[in-house]
């Protein structure tokens, strides 16, 4: 079964109350206005939604922990693995996609604030460990010290057999601020595995999936 085939439009809760295209024009619209924020002109396709949401636990009662969602490409693919009882936490820092989160998907717990503050965000929900931490969070665009100060957060709240996983786009591999967040992932975690291209993405992407924070 292809990823498409297993997430299609018309189960997608989220698509069915604004439209894909909606979703689509209100991602190009934030990234227009913000470039410096988005870092991508359009959202996840599906199969890369699909690749991320598959590290996502189906255990029990879990808590995910979704860093800049977006219009939702992931959240899709994500609410449609996890149990009933899960806890699923979206944080986001435009206020334009908190609000659309918010309307196409009424069972997610949308905050609107910034993945540097990940830990106080979380703590003042009463939440101390996560089950998995996913990120659609535009790397490349942030320096050296914000890009560890998340990671080491995501580190510290992911349970000792906890996940966490991101993408990056395969073009943009070779770039200094590519190769820094790599060698700051490694740095972070014991094991950082990268998925085969999504080719249906674009640009087409990859998973980086990493587990036993170092910190531990
Ligand atoms: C490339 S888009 C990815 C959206 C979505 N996950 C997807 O895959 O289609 C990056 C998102 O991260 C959000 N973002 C950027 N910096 C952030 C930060 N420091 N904290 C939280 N969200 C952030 C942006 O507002 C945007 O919605």
């Known amino acids: 079964m292809t990823s498409e085939e297993a997430y299609p439009a018309e189960r997608d809760p989220g698509v069915a109350r604004v439209g894909r295209r909606g979703a689509r024009r209100a991602f190009l619209a934030a990234a227009l206005r913000n470039p410096g924020q988005f870092g991508a002109l359009a ?34 693919a994500i609410e449609g693995r996890l149990a009933p009882g899960a806890r699923h936490l979206a944080i986001e820092l435009d206020p334009r996609m908190v609000g659309f989160l918010r309307q196409a998907h009424p069972g ?30 535009p790397w490349a665009l942030f320096d050296d010290a914000t890009q560890v100060s998340i990671l080491a957060q995501v580190a510290a709240v992911i349970e000792p057999d906890g ?22 992932l490694h740095a972070t975690f014991d094991e950082v595995v990268l998925t085969p291209t999504v080719w249906r993405n674009m640009p087409p992407a990859f998973v980086y999936v990493c587990r036993r924070p170092r910190t531990l």
């Not at 949308?110 to 931490?133: S, T």
């Open 108 to 137: 997610l717990e949308v905050v609107e604030g910034d993945a540097v503050k990940l830990q106080a965000l979380l703590a003042e929900r009463g939440i101390e460990q996560a089950d998995a931490v996913l990120s659609g969070l």
């Open 43 to 76: 959202p996840s396709s599906p199969s890369l939604a699909a690749v991320i949401a598959s590290v996502a636990p189906t255990t029990e009662a879990p808590v995910v922990v979704e860093l800049g969602p977006g219009t939702g490409a992931m959240t899709t």
């Open 163 to 184: 996940v966490f996983a991101t993408f990056a786009y395969r073009t943009g591999m070779a770039l200094a601020a590519a190769r820094r967040f790599r060698r700051t």
